[in-house]
């Protein structure tokens, strides 16, 4: 079982809509990540947290507002997106910022109608 | 800048053949070297990585990747596929120990009977 969770699995939600991403951590790691995974592109690195502290937004539209409240959890909370937002979101962690091993959940799969 | 380039969006092969992943990368410093597999409605693996040790890394489930520096290439082999091994399979480097990730745009690997 992975030691990294994500809630809920399935999402849709119109472009008016507030929702929540999930993320949970049961290895005792200290940093975090958000990646998005769109159909035939590479992944793309969305934000780091390290001690609970973004260290990296990588130019991330406003529409996207992370949270990290503690080095277990993680969330991705979004509002006003828009279609080409549909995608998948992972997360990872990793012992910390610099230990170059990280492990991943299995994603949210985002459709935005 | 640091770049990833996996030629071929799909490679599939018989059961029993030899699987072969191409990763080509572009770095202007020793880099890390990582592949990562990625089973369907999952989140990523971490097959092998390379962190400037021995040049042959033995990854899981039978799988090894050779970093030649002179290809600027870190190709993925198995001797012999098996059905299980059907997936989506991620090259990635980085500059750094623990440093940002950039990813290829992934191959979709298919096992025929």
């Known amino acids: 079982e992975t030691g990294v969770t994500q809630t809920p699995r399935h999402l849709v939600m119109g472009m008016t809509n507030k929702k929540s991403l999930k993320c949970e951590q049961h290895l005792g790691h200290n940093a975090m990540y958000w990646y998005k995974q769109s159909a035939k592109k590479p992944l793309e690195l969305m934000f780091v947290y390290n001690f609970k502290e973004q260290t990296e937004n990588n130019s991330v539209p406003s529409r996207f507002s992370p949270e990290c409240p503690n080095s277990s959890h993680l969330f991705l909370h979004l509002h006003t997106l828009q279609p080409e937002d549909s995608a998948l979101y992972l997360c990872?962690?990793?012992?910390?910022?610099?230990?170059?091993?990280?492990?991943f959940g299995p994603g949210t799969r985002l459709t935005v109608l | 800048a640091q770049s990833v380039t996996q030629l071929g969006s799909h490679v599939s092969v018989s059961e029993g053949a030899l699987v072969l992943l191409r990763c080509n990368y572009s770095s202007s410093v020793p880099p890390y070297l990582f592949w990562y597999v990625q089973y369907p409605n999952q989140g990523l693996q971490l097959l092998l990585k390379y962190t400037s040790a021995a040049t042959l890394v033995k990854g899981i489930n039978g799988f090894e990747a050779e970093f030649k520096k002179s290809e600027t290439s870190f190709h993925l082999t198995k001797p012999s596929a098996h059905m299980s091994d059907a997936a989506e399979y991620f090259c990635a480097v980085s500059e750094r120990q623990g440093g940002k990730l950039i990813f290829g745009q992934g191959t979709e690997l298919s096992v025929k009977p």
């Open positions: 990872a962690s990793s012992q910390d910022k610099t230990s170059g091993r990280e492990f």
